[in-house]
């Protein structure tokens, strides 16, 4: 499944550049940045004949660049023109009149010494006489992955089932930045949209369901000419691949010093996959688990082996956890005891 927007193609240009020293100098460790663009964000009354242009910090790698540049609604481009830093594309036929148009450049481009882009970039302008007023802002509360990077499709409401990226409809694109801060401008009002997040995790630009975050965000936006803007939004986006966290404590009256204090997790749909982790010197525990349930003791492990000895070593009693992804349970209490011998 592809990103939904359009991809630029490009040329064969040779293979990916290699990080490097630079002739005569130290190797090249900055990230590129966008400098500059034709038209420039904001831009109204843009010819509908416009080639459009990205100027770069730095010499790019044509192929990582070309496919990292996208724009939304789509259109058709002939090969990118490079001069220098500034890539030059030219549109197969006319934009479309009175048509806002997002320009976005992924962070998956790159310099030519191999170097990715800190953080995309999006240029917003418009065929109109002027920029429409409506307006998108918010936080993605990203769980389980960092928000930076994570793609928002905008839609006009009314729109049913997950998005198919091969369709290429989006609306409109924006990106959250570190602090999941994403803003959506020149949305024509009235209207109402919808978003979806998407999180590329594998970095691949094609929405993979073992691996990546492609979320509805619950809010319909509202916009009309009296209140064009919607901010503030706050939006949770659980990444159902992510493990989650068991913390907690261990109590331990007896008086036994050899060996450390561990504690085993034990899958209850599968009892072969076990995860240990140890206990500090303020007797907690903190340890990362895949999502499911799961039984979870501590032990005083007198052998040093990281295997308990039911008949030697004390332990405390298995307590089972439901592990959410992403989540975390806290708060768990461990109590070391010797086990009778029937029990062992």
């Known amino acids: 499944m592809r990103l ?182 020149g949305l024509p009002v009235p209207g109402r949209y919808r978003l979806w997040a998407f999180a590329d995790l594998n970095r691949n630009r094609s929405f993979e369901p073992p691996t990546d975050v492609l979320d509805a965000i619950d809010t319909v936006f509202s916009l009309t000419r009296e209140q064009p803007a919607a901010t503030g939004s706050r939006s949770v986006v659980l990444n159902p691949h992510a493990p989650g966290r068991v913390r907690g404590t261990v109590l331990d009256s007896l008086r036994v010093t050899t060996g450390k204090l561990l504690v085993l997790a034990m899958s209850v749909p599968d009892s072969s996959a076990k995860v240990g982790g140890s206990v500090n010197e303020r007797f907690e525990f903190n340890v990362e688990l895949d999502a499911g349930a799961w039984r979870v003791r501590a032990f005083r492990d007198a052998d040093n082996n990281g295997v308990w000895d039911r008949a030697r070593e004390p332990a405390s009693d298995p307590v089972t956890v439901d592990v959410r992804p992403a989540g975390e349970v806290q708060g768990l209490v461990l109590v070391l005891r010797w086990r009778p011998p029937s029990e062992r």
């Not at 293979?15 to 002739?23: E, L, T, V």
């Not at 590129?32 to 109204?44: E, I």
């Not at 939304?72 to 030219?90: C, D, H």
């Not at 990226?165 to 959250?176: E, F, M």
């Open 4 to 185: 939904a927007a359009v991809a630029l193609s490009v040329y064969a240009l040779g293979g990916c550049g290699k990080k490097g020293p630079p002739s005569g100098g130290p190797p090249d460790i900055e990230p590129p940045r966008l400098v500059a663009s034709h038209p420039d964000s904001g831009a109204a009354h843009v010819r509908r004949d416009a080639r459009l242009s990205l100027v770069f910090s730095e010499g790019m790698e044509p192929r990582s660049t070309g496919d990292a540049v996208l724009l939304a609604p789509e259109t058709e481009f002939r090969s990118p023109r490079w001069q220098g830093r500034t890539m030059t594309l030219v549109p197969v036929e006319s934009l479309r009149a009175g048509q806002t148009y997002t320009l976005f450049v992924a962070a998956t481009a790159r310099d030519r010494h191999g170097n990715p882009m800190a953080a995309g970039r999006s240029v917003v302008f418009t065929t109109a006489d002027s920029l429409p007023p409506g307006r998108i802002e918010g936080t993605l509360d990203a769980r389980g992955f960092n928000a930076n990077g994570t793609y928002l499709w905008c839609y006009r409401d009314g729109r049913s089932g997950v998005p198919d990226s091969t369709g290429r409809d989006v609306d409109a694109l924006a990106i959250a930045d570190i602090d999941g801060h994403f803003r959506l401008p």
